[in-house]
């Protein structure tokens, strides 16, 4: 008798999906933890377990998400084509009808839904059934209060290169208080454009830098909690940029970029 399994898992819509929680690859795209399994179900051709994925999606109160869940069959651990899902959806959920998705080549099926707007602490909840089982694995967006935030540097954040390169963009992510990636949260940069100056002498005065430009930007973030900001920069100048991000009430990160000559 043939012993498939189904793995449901979140993916990310965004071009950071090595962010996303759990352990190993699913089919070059997908993040999973094959150690969680929900309760295994019984069907005529054998038993099916269910595989979730590290945590719920978690969306700023107020705002929407775009959620694209995908559940992975194997027979014996080869991705088995062919086979029927169908997705339930609650409320909370929404841009997406009900409907069967066949697996393809891979053994995935996929079906994108948004998510929200959300209160804080309110649950969104979205089935998928193998096979049209009445048992299904849920996957869960909730709510999260965005005042409460927490932010982080992935990368370019502190930056030194020489005039004419091009510096990588700032990226952030933000969580909620459980630790979670924070979709839809609102983050602001604000960058000051000095012009460049070598390093102050351990005795004496040291000159000020003279104040080039300010700016201010935001940015929402992804699904996976990531924001981008490009580095303020001034054609032919050597520079140096400090910034702060800002989300929340008081969730912050420091900015250092120079462009020496």
């Known amino acids: 008798m043939p012993h498939l399994r189904i793995l449901a898992c979140l993916a990310l819509a965004s071009s950071s999906l090595l962010y996303a929680g759990g352990p190993r690859l699913v089919a070059g795209s997908t993040y999973f933890d094959p150690v969680v399994m929900g309760q295994p179900i019984h069907w005529p051709d054998g038993q099916v377990n269910y595989y979730v994925d590290q945590g719920p999606l978690s969306v700023a109160a107020g705002a929407s998400a775009t959620w694209t869940t995908q559940a992975l069959v194997l027979q014996g651990g080869v991705p088995q084509p062919g086979q029927v899902v169908a997705w339930q959806n609650g409320s909370g959920f929404s841009g997406s009808a009900s409907g069967p998705v066949t697996t393809g080549a891979n053994g995935i099926a996929a079906k994108t839904f948004s998510a929200g707007p959300l209160t804080a602490g309110q649950k969104a909840t979205v089935n998928a059934c193998l096979n049209g089982t009445s048992q299904c694995v849920t996957f869960t967006a909730t709510g999260s209060d965005p005042a ?114």
């Open 148 to 261: 409460t935030a927490t932010l982080s540097a992935v990368s370019g954040t502190s930056q030194s290169l020489a005039l004419g390169q091009t510096p990588e963009q700032i990226v952030l992510r933000v969580r909620d208080a459980s630790g979670n990636p924070l979709s839809g949260a609102t983050v602001t940069v604000s960058q000051a454009l000095y012009a460049w100056a070598p390093p102050c002498a351990p005795h004496g005065r040291c000159a000020q830098s003279e104040l080039l430009s300010m700016q201010s930007a935001s940015a929402v973030s992804a699904v996976d909690g990531s924001v981008a900001f490009s580095p303020a920069g001034i054609a032919g100048a050597a520079t140096n940029t400090l910034a702060v991000a800002t989300t929340g009430t008081s969730a912050t990160v420091n900015i250092g970029i120079e462009q020496h000559p």
